[in-house]
């Protein structure tokens, strides 16, 4: 017959385990996933006994146990504000003027990219934020008559874009990416 002393581990996290999931449904999954861990370690042969928060040198148990928790980022607050692996190629329209220009921007190494217009000049354009909701690129023409540097800002949605730019020129457009 079992004594008191070896069955007590067991019921005692099996009780707590109880307690969990009637009195904090909230955080009953969390709780229960710790729990589980001490009804398996209770009863298991060579587990943790007696005090785990001590110190090997001192023997003091007034030490923080590195066994604590932090309550983890939700994933929608983690995810909203991250950088995202870039896209190898950009195909964008940049409506302006009373005209549609387009480009196929191909990235040339880290954030930056270049192509040609359709208008015939060859620019750099180098992404200063790419997150799950938003881009921003900044252009460089490369040197010809009439080039233009510039700031392109936008919400994102999947594989498309779409946003305004303000260049050196003065002009104003709307574009739209994708890739």
Not at 126 to 155: E, L
Request: glycine share 8%; charged share 15%; hydrophobic share 35%.
């Amino acid at each position: 017959m079992l004594q008191w002393k070896y069955l007590q581990p067991s019921l005692t996290a099996i009780v707590a385990l109880l307690a969990t999931i009637l009195c904090l449904p909230a955080n009953a999954q969390d709780h229960l996933a710790n729990q589980r861990m001490l009804v398996a370690q209770a009863g298991s042969i060579g587990g943790t006994v007696g005090k785990t928060d001590k110190s090997v040198i001192s023997n003091d148990t007034n030490q923080p146990s590195s066994t604590r928790h932090a309550k983890p980022v939700p994933a929608a607050t983690r995810n909203a504000n991250k950088e995202e692996s870039l896209p190898k190629s950009i195909q964008m329209d940049d409506h302006a003027l009373g005209m549609t220009f387009s480009i196929t921007l191909h990235n040339v190494g880290g954030k930056n990219y270049e192509g040609t217009w359709s208008h015939g000049y060859a620019t750099k354009f180098t992404i200063v934020a790419f997150t799950h909701d938003s881009i921003q690129m900044n252009r460089t023409d490369k040197p010809k008559f009439g080039a233009v540097t510039g700031s392109y800002s936008g919400s994102r949605s999947g594989n498309h874009a779409t946003g305004q730019a303000t260049v050196s020129n003065g002009a104003h457009s709307k574009w739209e990416a994708s890739w």
